[in-house]
């Protein structure tokens, strides 16, 4: 019943790699960014103890009241933890390092894989309807990744345009396949988007030529450049779209964005 009330379902995207530094954090604020700048309604979800895109949404921790700590293990209502950024549209749920304890709190808890997927279904309030929740997965394969994946419809890969790029991929896809098998058998693989590209580099145009080999369609065509400005983007607590639109990367982020949504218009069709 509450189904039909609700206007919206939101499509929900992990964003997830367990090698650190690989652009997880940059690809979310930034491809939220650009999801609300085109007219959706945008959550980010801070699954990191680092914090790093709460930091980055200019949510300092001091500000951080409830965070997505409170939202697994303390039944804190989805729409207590939800808290609006400078972009319009756009919303995170913050974390602190509070969140580096969960995994192990979790173990004992016989929900533990489905903490979030269930806060992420609370019926959906006025003001709080959103068309794209991207979560933001710490650098590990652990019980926070696996709740996300189990959130999740979708899961987006970042791979750094570096050597041993391709390592670590085949456990992650490994991880996807276990979830889809147990826990959330609709769990697709929305992409893998290389990230940190640069042009002049004979490395990034091998790892892209390797990931495009083995992955085929399952590469954006968009590819994201290194690009100083979205770097800086953060310290400024902005995204690259705010800080520099026209920018080499805000101009990138645009356009993942805009490959995603006709990408699934295309499946959904
Ligand atoms: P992760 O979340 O996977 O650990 P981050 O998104 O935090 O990775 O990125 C790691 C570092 O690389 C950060 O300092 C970030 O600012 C920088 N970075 C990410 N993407 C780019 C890019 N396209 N150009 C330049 N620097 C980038
Ligand atoms: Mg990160």
Known sequence: MLDVLRTKTPKIIAVANQKGGVGKTTTTINLGAALSESGSKVLIVDLDPQGNASTGLGIEPEDREFTTYELLLEDVDLQEVIVPTMMDGLSLIPATVDLSSADMELISNEKRSFLLHDALRQPQIDGFQFDYIL???????????????????????PLQSEFFALEGLSQLMLTVREIRQTANPKLRIEGVVLTMYDNRNNLSQQVEADARD??????????IPRNVRVSEAPSYALPVLSYDSTSKGALAYRALAKELVEKNGKNAA
Do not use: R, Y
């Open 135 to 157: 979560i933001d997965c710490p650098p590990s394969l652990n019980l926070l990744t696996v709740n996300a994946m189990v959130a999740a419809d979708s899961v987006l890969v």
């Open 214 to 223: 083995n992955l085929g369609e399952l590469v954006f065509s968009t590819i």
